[in-house]
């Protein structure tokens, strides 16, 4: 099994609906990011968790809200979808410092269309 | 804010040679530095982390070199394959706010 999984990993939703994406991990790290992908824009950060208690804004969070319900789950959620959030969705975890182990993994990605 | 850059947008080598992939940062107070891989359409595939305080990492026909005083760090492939043909992203985290912060990456195509 993957250390970190996303679901679903292929979704194509029509504009104006509500949709969340789960990502869960195995590796028992304290954070936990979500990143969107697109051509020519590179990896952007949406939100970031830094343990359960901890949610913070990344650079592109409007229009997302996230949940972070357990160490080992970090969901996405796009309230009405639109057109421009059509995107390659990513979910990666990393150790803390107090952890040691700071390396950042990733998920195998969601692809989102929203018509 | 830390801008990540990374020259050429793509590159096309011949099989066996080696090569040099290129990463600069604005921001010298870096925590670390990690360089992925990624194929069209996956995920992202961690290749080296390098600390700040370290100069270089190697795993394999990779090497990673870390220059915090110019800015920038390099990947290091040798003898190329085709199989080594995807992109190639590189990340830095920064003291105080452990999120990476990517660059575009550079497109590498490795010809038979």
């Known amino acids: 099994d993957a250390d970190v999984t996303q679901t679903p990993r292929n979704r194509i939703t029509k504009t104006g609906k509500r949709i969340m994406l789960e990502c869960s991990q195995t590796?028992?790290?304290?954070?936990m990011y979500w990143y969107r992908q697109d051509p020519g824009l590179g990896l952007r950060l949406i939100y970031y968790?830094?343990?359960?208690?901890?949610?913070n804004k990344g650079e592109i969070s409007d229009g997302y809200s996230v949940s972070r319900q357990a160490q080992a789950k970090f969901s996405l959620s796009l309230e009405s979808a639109i057109p421009n959030q059509t995107a390659l969705y990513f979910c990666?975890?990393?150790?803390?410092?107090?952890?040691?182990?700071?390396?950042?993994?990733f998920g195998q990605g969601t692809r989102l269309t929203v018509v | 804010k830390q801008e990540v850059t990374q020259i050429p947008a793509a590159l096309s080598v011949p099989e066996g040679e080696n090569l040099v992939l290129n990463c600069s940062f604005t921001?010298?107070?870096?925590?670390?530095l990690q360089w992925f891989r990624q194929d069209p359409g996956k995920g992202l595939t961690s290749l080296l982390l390098?600390?700040?305080?370290?100069r270089e990492q190697t795993s394999g026909r990779l090497n990673a070199s870390l220059d915090k005083s110019s800015g920038r760090s390099t990947l290091y492939i040798a003898a190329s394959q085709p199989g080594d043909s995807a992109t190639y992203l590189c990340?830095?985290?920064?003291?105080?706010?452990?999120?990476?912060?990517f660059g575009t990456g550079t497109r590498l195509t490795i010809i038979p």
């Open positions: 390098i600390q700040s305080s370290q």
């Open positions: 990666a975890t990393s150790g803390s410092v107090r952890q040691g182990v700071t390396e950042a993994f």
């Open positions: 968790s830094f343990d359960v208690k901890d949610i």
């Open positions: 921001d010298s107070a870096i925590y670390n």
């Open positions: 590796k028992g790290h304290d954070r």
């Open positions: 990340a830095v985290s920064n003291f105080g706010n452990e999120k990476l912060t």
